[in-house]
């Protein structure tokens, strides 16, 4: 039970980025072409910073259960077979040039 519950709550917190980041792209293109859009605005009010706030925060959990997933599976023989180091690493690459290509442009 205890590793169904963990393996479940890996899975959700980092595929959880796969929704967050669509529907946040949508929300600036929603928010850009209503005029409320300005990247330049850091105040409380601006939605740039919401945006950017909630991506950044979705971005550091699916980053954060990756890496306990990965440490949790390091003693497990038939999970290292698989060389779980290459796809943490492939997945890790994807998720923090998506984060700073959104940060950066």
């Known amino acids: 039970h205890d590793m169904s519950v963990f393996l479940e709550t890996c899975r959700l917190c980092v595929l959880q980025y796969s929704v967050v980041r669509p ?5 600036s ?3 850009y072409f209503a005029g409320d859009y300005d990247d330049s605005d850091l105040s409380s009010s601006s939605s740039y910073l ?3 706030l909630v ?3 979705s971005v550091t959990l699916a980053l954060y259960y990756l890496i ?3 440490h949790a599976a390091l003693p497990c023989e038939p999970l290292q077979q698989t060389k779980p180091l290459k796809k943490f690493l492939a ?3 994807v998720v923090f040039f998506c984060f700073w290509q959104y940060t950066l442009i």
Do not use: R
Not at 23 to 27: C, E, P, R, Y
């Open 68 to 70: 306990y997933f990965y």
């Open 50 to 52: 919401w945006i950017m």
């Open 91 to 93: 997945v890790k690459a």
């Open 29 to 31: 293109l929603g928010f």
């Open 23 to 27: 529907v946040t792209a949508l929300l």
């Open 55 to 57: 991506n950044n925060s």
